[in-house]
């Protein structure tokens, strides 16, 4: 029987062109610079697109509201590029079951179909797997989201079923595909060393990701 996964704290995880790091409070002024475009709302979920005003909820009051500490294995980094935050990726960990659920988006439009994404989820893989000790992580994407699939396939994820039109969105009813990766599949592509984290910075005014 295993033992319940033990939870560190949030750790910073550093790329060849992204940090993924705590958030700061220079994030809400980068994400206010950045319209919310429709591409980025479908990934909020249907209820968003149906039934919101995206605009509306596009303000600093808005984006201090929901800043609330995260619930224990609940891991939630923003996305450092050039200097400033670009998106949000997390994890919700069973620790339990040894499994997680993964998420991220980039606000920036400029920045989609660069191989951001691919980056992005190498670095939290690496440290699910190779810190962490997660047996499996998983993740639910919308059908049309070609780009994203393509991503998490290059990335060693496997599609391994679908929620029929789960989702309703102003086009209809859409599907979400379920995917996941194992970490022995995992540790047979990718033979490299894990990547290390750095330890959490003590919070600081001007702290990482200031302008």
């Not at 479908?42 to 149906?50: A, L, V």
């Not at 605009?55 to 009051?61: D, N």
């Not at 960990?93 to 980056?119: C, K, M, P, S, W």
């Not at 699910?128 to 396939?153: P, S």
């Amino acid at each position: 029987m295993l033992d319940r996964l033990a939870l560190p704290a949030l750790p910073v995880l550093r790329g060849e062109r992204v940090i993924l790091r705590d958030r700061a409070d220079s994030d809400v002024d980068d994400r206010l610079r950045h319209p919310i475009d429709p591409e980025e709302e479908d990934g909020y979920g249907s209820s968003w697109r149906r039934e919101w005003n995206g605009e509306r909820y596009h303000t600093r009051e808005h984006l201090l509201a929901g800043r609330t500490p995260p619930e224990p294995g609940v891991y939630e980094w923003a996305i450092e590029y050039d200097r400033h935050c670009v998106g949000h990726a997390g994890l919700r960990v069973n620790a339990d079951q040894h499994r997680a659920a993964y998420t991220v988006g980039l606000f920036v439009a400029g920045l989609r179909g660069r191989g951001l994404g691919r980056e992005i989820t190498r670095l939290v893989l690496g440290w699910a797997f190779g810190v962490l000790g997660v047996h499996r992580v998983e993740l639910e994407v919308l059908a049309f989201n070609r780009r994203a699939i393509d991503c998490y396939l290059a990335c060693g994820f496997l599609r391994e079923g679908a929620r029929r039109e789960a989702e309703l969105y102003p086009s209809g009813w859409e599907d979400l595909i379920m995917m996941g990766v194992l970490r022995s599949e995992y540790a047979a592509q990718r033979p490299v060393p894990d990547p290390a984290p750095d330890p959490a910075p003590d919070p600081a005014p001007d702290s990482a990701g200031s302008a």
